[in-house]
């Protein structure tokens, strides 16, 4: 079950159990800065965030230029690129749909497939 810290958080960021999100100095800074945290929160799953489906979209474009970015200034170009010919409903959609992704992950106690 995912619990939501309660006002007055004004901002909410997820951590998984890493060691160093529940390491006291981030704990504080993060009470500080009031920034709520989402506990627990799974770690690498991309069923509950959508950065990881853009980074997929992203990723495919790369994969499939010919020729591939041969360095890094090439490589950050063709990011930029690839992120602007995203249509901007397309991110709409996928940030709308985690609402259901997560709630296929919590009912599933786990990885979906959704």
Not at 28 to 49: K, N, R
């Amino acid at each position: 079950m995912l619990l939501i810290q309660p006002e007055p958080y004004r901002d909410t960021n997820h951590h998984t159990w890493h060691r160093a999100h529940r390491a006291r100095e981030t704990q504080a800074y993060l009470a500080g800065q009031q920034i709520g945290v989402i506990h627990p929160w799974p770690a690498v799953s991309p069923d509950m965030s959508p950065i990881d489906h853009v980074w997929d979209i992203l990723g495919r474009h790369i994969q499939w230029m010919n020729p591939a970015p041969q360095n890094n200034a090439k490589l950050i170009q063709s990011l930029t690129n690839a992120w602007n010919a995203i249509p901007r409903g397309q991110i709409v959609n996928i940030v709308n749909s985690m609402r259901c992704g997560c709630q296929a992950v919590t009912a599933a106690g786990g990885r979906s497939r959704y």
